[in-house]
Structure formats: structure tokens, C-alpha cells
């Protein structure tokens, strides 16, 4: 089985900017998109950014133009570039992987990271 493994996650003033890893104890099915999703409590986990096998991108509206996804050459290791951070922002991040599917909403969710915190201040 496969595990993941976060890493990056910490605090921020509003506007900041942090960095998160994901990697992969093993290979990732090319079936299988990658993501980064974030959580509060009381409320469903939601998808952020998605990763394609090829490279293509989706992300949700609340980081559109803010946040960036990558993943190496390998797709072992996916990364969440966060600029312009808002208080808004502030969640527990998982990165996952899972089949592709057309909806954000859907793709990519099989397999989590433990998670790590992001808390953003104003």
C-alpha cells in the first residue's frame, strides 16, 4: 500500500506565502490523478487543486490564481505553491490520490497523507 506523507504545512500572516509536499512511498497509478484538499472541522473535505497525468490542472475558485500545483517528473512528489494567503485559507491540508474523474468534487479521492496545518493570521 502505498502511504502518503505531508510536509510544509505552518503559519502565515494574510498575504504570505507556504510551501507544500506530498510524497509517495511508491508509484502512483497513471489512472490516478493527484490533489491537495483542505478541511475545517464541521465541514466536508474539499478539493483545492488537482493534478492530471499529462500535467493538466484544475482548482477550486477560492485559490484560482493563488495557488499552484506541480508534481515531479515522477509524480511521486506533488507539490501546493500558496501566495497571497488569507485567513480564509487557514484548514488542515491532505494531499490524495485516486481515479480521475470529471468533477473536482470527485477526483482523486482514495488514498490520503495524515495531513498538516495551515493557519493563516490576519
Known amino acids: 500500500q502505498v502511504q502518503l506523507v505531508e510536509s510544509g504545512g505552518g503559519s502565515s500572516q494574510a498575504g504570505g506565502s507556504l510551501r507544500l509536499s506530498c510524497a509517495a512511498s511508491g508509484a502512483i497509478y497513471q489512472s490516478y490523478c493527484m490533489g491537495w484538499f483542505r478541511q475545517v472541522p464541521g465541514k466536508e473535505r474539499e478539493a483545492v487543486a488537482i493534478?492530471?497525468?499529462?500535467?493538466?490542472?484544475v482548482y477550486s475558485d477560492s485559490v484560482k490564481g493563488r495557488f499552484t500545483i506541480s508534481a515531479d517528473h515522477d509524480r511521486r512528489t506533488w507539490y501546493l505553491q500558496m501566495n497571497s494567503l488569507k485567513p480564509d485559507d487557514t484548514a488542515m491540508y491532505y494531499c490524495?490520490?485516486?481515479?480521475?474523474?470529471?468533477?473536482?468534487?470527485?477526483?482523486?479521492?482514495?488514498?490520503w497523507g495524515q495531513g498538516t496545518q495551515v493557519t493563516v493570521s490576519p
Open positions: 490524495g490520490t485516486g481515479p480521475e474523474r470529471r468533477a473536482l468534487a470527485d477526483a482523486c479521492r482514495g488514498l
Open positions: 493534478i492530471y497525468y499529462g500535467d493538466s490542472t
